[in-house]
C-alpha cells in the first residue's frame, strides 16, 4: 500500500474495538490522558493480531511497539464510549505497520502509526510472520 489512507475517516476501518473512558484515565483538566490514548491504541492492536490468530500460549513470537506516532486531534472527556480502529498500512517481512484512530462518534479523537516486530521469544530477535498470520492480516 503506497499511499496512507485518511486514519480520521471511521470507514478507512475494517477490524473495531470498543473501550470506556474511565475516570482513572483523566488528566488535571478532565481530558483523557495521553498515556490513556495510548491504551486504548495498544488494545486495539493486541486484539487485531489476536483475531488473526496471535498470542496464544504456544507461540515462539510475540509482537513489540518498536514505532509509535500519535497525531491528537480532540479532547476526550469522561465519560465516553469510544471505538477504535485499526488497519494494516504495510506488511514487511517481520514487521507491520497499523494505521489506528480512536473515535468519539463519527468524530476522530486521534490517529496512530504505529510499526510492530515479531519477534521470537528464546532469541529475543526479529523473526518472519507466521504465513498463517500474514494471510489473516491482508483482510485489514
Known sequence: MSETP?????DTYRFWVEERVRFADLDVLGHA???????YL????????????????????TVVLARSLIEYKAELLYPATV?????ILRLGNSSLT?????????????TQEAVCV?????????????????TVLTRY
Do not use: Y
Request: glycine share 12%.
Open 83 to 87: 471505538r477504535v480502529g485499526v488497519r
Open 118 to 134: 515479531i519477534v521470537d521469544k528464546a532469541a529475543h530477535r526479529p523473526t518472519p510472520i507466521p504465513e498463517p498470520i500474514r
Open 42 to 61: 495498544e488494545t486495539a492492536r493486541v486484539d487485531l493480531i489476536r483475531e488473526c490468530g496471535g498470542f496464544r500460549d504456544d507461540d515462539g513470537w
Open 6 to 10: 485518511d486514519l480520521t475517516n471511521p
Open 98 to 110: 497499523l494505521g489506528a484512530g480512536i473515535f468519539n462518534g463519527d468524530r476522530c479523537i486521534a
Open 33 to 39: 490522558n495521553n498515556n490513556a490514548i495510548g491504551v
